[in-house]
């Protein structure tokens, strides 16, 4: 918009500066239009190399499948699963992707790859029950307030919704009216779907991401489970579905990281998960890391959650990532990973973390030495260390005054006593027994071992991230490998929904049904009301 003559300076020199800064804006807009071009540029050579691996990977798919045809092979059943799962994968990045790009340009997303455009639009199943939702217009002409409207017509969209045990379509319907005054037709809006121009309603959705996520169900045998309801359900499709889901929940993911970083007393650990490596045949060994922040042992008013980070290895960086703006106590193993974390800020002259050990890890290598020896000194180790579980149980859930009070009173001497028969103990059998080594890791460890006897917040083992990992390591044997690094990333913000609602005494797929059909539209500086511990079902 240009000045009017009366706003412009008469004065040469100041035309010349508003020249200037006019021509330097421009070259700035200029340079950022250019950018954002290259940016485009590269994220449409990453969808096109992304959409050629997936033809390549279903001709493969297809030549197995005939082979398999043929006759039985155990070595071609794994290798047409992994395939499937592989595809499945790259369709959620895909998906995810493209509902980012979308989201950032403020744009609704373009049919999906997974239903219009590669496989065209299928009607809904016939059989399925409708149950029609009329979404009546204001009673009053948007235009020139006239009451008088008669019916012309109806817009209807269907989506498929999923109900426990059964399927249904859900029939949205939207009536026409016309104002008799002036002719103007009024409709209600359509109500924001998850998936723009998808036909999966939350519940459907809600529960084909519990099932990979918390029961260990791949896609594809979703999809062969769908089948026997008449349903046909593609597993790209789904994988597609699963991809925009990701991508709507980055917030919430990030708002349970932020919580549980700020937490004093964090639990922290690592499993493997087995991952593809493109280009190799064969797979890597990834890891999915655990943060936990449960307050509830000592009666702490903050809610539980668990935050999950995927890593491609074990380096050490990507535990000090995960951990890397946390202060105060953290337990876990003895994985020399966070010994940076231990270590003094230079900043401050004060460790960020203070470590605190695990004696269920230290007592699990004296009862292996027991096991596999019947020792007698294992033997009364054992018993010592169930002494100390003994005094936890008591205390379990009490302030943290009574815990400290009771651990100083009743813990304490038995710890100066079983440090006692420990150092005997070494002097007594071999220095290169299996025991010795047991031993010599506790000793190792006696300082971050006791530390709980100095602060009644804290846990004398790790066992809040092992209750949190442990649900990781039953379904990664249902559905095999991660199928890629991003399907690992994808797979640790999954967790970290599902798991934070159990913790929080949630259903996850009642929760996740919920939120997924109030995300897209909810305010971002209102994120927290749909956290596990805030969250109120609506309806």
Known sequence: MMSKPSALPRDVRSLRRMVIEKETLLAEREAQLAERDRVIAVRDAELYAKTLQIENLRAQLAKLRRARFGRSSEKLDREIEQLELTLGEIEEGVAESKTRTARADRKAPTASAGEAVKHGR??????????????????????????????????????????????????????????????????????????????????????????????????????????????????????????CMAALFDPLVVAIGKHVCAGEVLHADDTTVKVLAPGWGRTKTGRLWAAVRNERAFGGAAPPAAFYRYSADRCAEHAQALLASCRGFLHADGYAGFNNLFADDPKTGKPRLTEVACWAHARRNIYEVYESTASPLAKEALERIADLFAIEARINGRPPAERLAVRQQDAVPLLTELKSFFDKALSEVSGKSNLAKAIRYALARWTALTRYTTDGRLEMTNNAVERAIRPLAMTRKNYLFAGSDSGGIRAAAMYTLIETAKMNGLDPEAYLRDVIGRIADHPINRIAELLPWNWRPTG
């Not at 249904?168 to 319907?173: D, E, F, T, W």
């Not at 809600?206 to 489970?225: F, M, T």
């Open 122 to 243: 299928k009607p809904m199943p016939a059989h399925l029950p409708r149950e029609r939702t009329v979404h009546e217009p204001a009673p009053t002409c948007t235009a020139c307030g006239g009451t008088v409207l008669r019916k012309l017509g109806e817009d209807m969209t269907e989506l498929l919704e999923y109900v426990p045990s059964s399927f249904k379509v859900v029939q949205i319907v939207r009536p026409k009216l016309s104002c008799r005054d002036c002719e103007t037709i009024v409709q209600a809006p359509l109500p924001s779907l998850p998936i723009e121009r998808g036909r999966p309603g939350p519940g459907l959705l809600a529960h084909v991401i519990v099932s990979k996520y918390a029961d260990g169900l791949p896609l594809y045998r979703q999809s062969d489970i769908y089948a026997r309801q008449n349903i046909d359900l593609d597993r790209s499709t789904m994988a597609d579905w699963v991809g």
